[in-house]
């Protein structure tokens, strides 16, 4: 494609403690990470510490990454885990980020429905505690413990949770469009 | 790679947070495996008007924070021995842990050769004359504010003087004694322990001196009248004997005990460390 290095070129790099190669890897991936994260938690300064984390985890274990899949899809399983280990530690009741903050106008609903069909709308009419648990866990891929930790609820919840949200989904889904 | 891309409405809408939790999965799934629209993303997430973070801020930290050196691994040993990160830093730090432990230890190891090239009688005395000394400069060398000039700033810190001398104090026995311990056992003889009591004795004695006067003047001052009576002893009696049996070995002992109750009584004068300078 172009010239630039690609993540794997810059990776090794950073394993050779090279400074400027680490920060190229930041500018390109700190920005999107940053943005996902913060739809996970509205706590500015958690997201912060946690992209800080992520970067310093970067420059101890470069090796770690195993050369399976994206380097992108391994910088985010580092990321959300670093937030979900902040939250922990701080012992902080950070909000999470309430997803139906902004409802769609109507156009929006109908567009919607049609672009992603009954999944999109069985997903819409889901309590905002169980599209949380289904965003961390199905979405994310976080584990139920992680999971707990990231929405500060208790593990069990999680599980009640989500095994409702499937349950939902898989009733609206049979159900057909109405 | 995937010819489709994320359209700029979507991009905004994800960006925004406007978009619903299915629109959003799919463009975070889409995300982690097209590069293009990731630097799309991450375009977006400095110029929108409420930026998500100070990117730059951030990276500033994360360079500070790569840029620390990592702990000695004397210091990660504390770590794992249960001291606190702070006291274990504080503990590291002495000099002692750099350039003086490593010249007192040079210093035995040239005198235990020489002794084991002299032979048996006057290289025990020669042997005998220095090691006890060793620790008891080390462990002035290890708190002195003339050698340690990270110490001021830790003494203007509020923290417990006498827990750091004690720790750092420990610290250095802890490395010095084995190696002083293995280069006595280069020197011929069933002796080469019995200068431990008179080395921890010394300890003792500058220890309950530094609450008068400067640490490592006062291991000095142990250390010149330990090697003149050595000096005395040897030229009348010729044999090390004397310092070696039980009842010169019952007077090291008294020595620290007495020493160290001192240092115990008068602790609240370390307090007055820094007049030293």
Known sequence: MDSRPNDETLLLAVAERDMGAF????????????????????DRDLVADAIQDTFVAVWQKPRGFRGDGDIAAWLWGIAIRRLVSRLRTRGVAAALFEHAGVAPAAEDQVLLSVEYGDIGQALARLSPEMRAVIQAVVLDGLSAKEAAQLLQVPVSSV????????AHLRAALAEGPS | MTAWHLDDDALRRYVERTDSLAEGASVEQHLLACEPCRGRVTAAASVIEVSVIDFAAVWESTRDAVEVPRPSVFERLLRAAGLPAQEARLVAVASAFRGVWLVSVAAVLVFAALAAAIGHTRGLWLFLAVAPVVPCLVVAAGYDPRMDPALEPELVTPYPVLRLILLRTIAVLALAVPAVLLFGLVVPGVTAFAWLLPAVGFVAVVLAASTWVSPL???????????????LLAGRSGSPDAVLQAPAQAGFLALAAASFSIFLVRRRQLAQLRPWR
Do not use: D, M, P
């Not at chain 1, 599980?159 to 499937?166: G, I, P, S």
């Open chain 1, 23 to 42: 920060r190229t890897l930041y500018e390109r991936h700190a920005g999107w990470l940053a943005i996902r994260l913060a739809r996970r938690c509205n």
């Open chain 2, 217 to 231: 003047r006062s291991a000095v001052a142990v250390s010149c009248a330990w090697l003149a009576a050595i000096w």
């Open chain 1, 159 to 166: 599980k009640t949770r989500l095994y409702r949200a499937k």
